[in-house]
């Protein structure tokens, strides 16, 4: 078997591939990473064919050969490379699986912007069947048309693929530096799209923990999910029947309360509270089909979520480094 992975330099690809490469089920696999601005490095089993996936010519030679695919690459709030990288790519790839002789699987990772997550309301658990009402921006769109990709492909041509959605991906210290108020801060809101810029400097001098609010007033909840759970999530998925055809959601059971966490972080650290009302909506981004279909769990829960990002102490060569704009 030989396993075609994209974005394998990405967070996801970083945790995926060890991960893969030491289980003793997949040990007679190889591994192709096409890569093109960043290369992971070639072992015996792993090997890198560098190129675009706006390119046809590099997804085809990174293709000879594969029996299943994972694509993991995205292209965020980058315009210009949207149509040639993003849509292109995921169209290269889906052709050059319909025409391959070898190729059995089609893995893409999906994310919840394409049911758009916090700025869409929902007076339920989103589950598979809502409706996909992307959030305003390119990233968002990109995920709802691969999806839709996907989905065509399979109804077209039978081809055997699924699509893991997963919410906003937490690893090592990610969650501490969302509720960050200094510079360093990851992800979004950024805090001085709600606050005056100088309130938000002054709680990042006072040791302050955000309380974010809903268009209601109440603690805003919004999914999350632990890279290793989506590891664990696409090993789960990889050449299991039911997988066939299928979306789902991979998030944590519950949303993570933002009221839970500033209790837990004055409980055990400290910290002071704010609050900070927004115009965002709460969401549940339910991951019982995953659950069901697939016998897949997530590990980690909310008290291990913060533990795990408070303790995470970075080595001099892991610097933070976002690796795209927006």
């Given at each position: ?6 974005g394998?330099?990405?967070?996801l ?12 089920r997949?040990r007679?696999?190889?591994?192709v ?14 090997k ?11 997804v ?9 695919v ?17 849509i292109k ?11 391959s002789?070898?190729?059995?699987q ?18 339920a658990p989103?589950t ?6 992307a959030?305003?921006?390119?990233y968002?769109?990109?995920k709802?048309?691969e999806e ?12 055997n693929?699924?699509?893991l ?6 690893e090592?210290d ?7 108020f ?11 799209d ?6 938000v400097?002054r ?12 268009h209601t ?10 890279a ?10 990889l050449?299991h029947?039911?997988?066939n055809?299928?979306?789902?959601n ?25 609050e ?5 909506h709460?969401?549940w ?10 016998d897949w769990?997530p590990?980690?829960a909310?008290?291990?979520l913060v533990e ?10 892991d610097?933070r ?6």
């Open positions: 078997m030989k396993l075609l992975v994209t394998a330099t990405g967070k690809g970083s945790n995926f591939l060890p991960e893969f490469l030491s289980r003793e997949y007679d696999w190889q591994v990473a096409l890569c093109n601005n960043r290369v992971v490095k070639e072992t015996p089993r792993l890198v064919v560098r190129g675009s996936l706006g390119d046809p010519d590099a085809k030679k990174a293709m000879a050969g594969v029996s299943h994972l694509h993991l690459a995205a292209v965020k709030e980058s315009p210009g490379q949207v149509i040639d990288v993003a790519g995921m169209f290269h790839l889906l052709e050059a699986f319909r025409t002789a070898t190729a059995q089609f893995i893409l990772i999906g994310g919840d912007c394409s049911v758009g997550h916090m700025f869409v309301p929902y007076d989103i598979e069947s809502a409706p996909r009402r959030y305003p921006g390119t968002a769109l990109t709802v048309l839709v990709m996907l989905e065509q492909y399979h109804q077209q041509y039978g081809l693929g699924c699509c959605r997963a919410p906003w991906i937490m090592k990610d969650f501490r530096h969302a509720l960050d200094g510079p360093d801060q990851f992800g979004g809101p950024p805090w001085t709600l606050l005056p810029a100088s309130e400097a709680f990042a001098s006072q040791n302050m923990v955000p309380l974010l609010l809903d007033g109440a603690a805003l909840r919004r999914s999350f999910v632990h290793s759970d989506v590891v664990s999530a696409i090993l789960a998925a050449d029947p039911a997988s055809g299928q979306l789902f991979i998030g944590m059971n519950e949303p993570v309360d933002y009221a839970r966490v500033a209790d837990y972080l004055q409980s055990t650290r400290g910290y002071a509270t704010v900070i009302p927004s115009p965002y709460s969401n981004l339910d991951n019982s089909k995953a659950r069901h279909l697939l769990h590990a980690i909310f008290e291990a795990a990002a408070w303790t995470y102490r970075r080595a001099a060569d610097p480094k976002v690796w795209y704009p927006g």
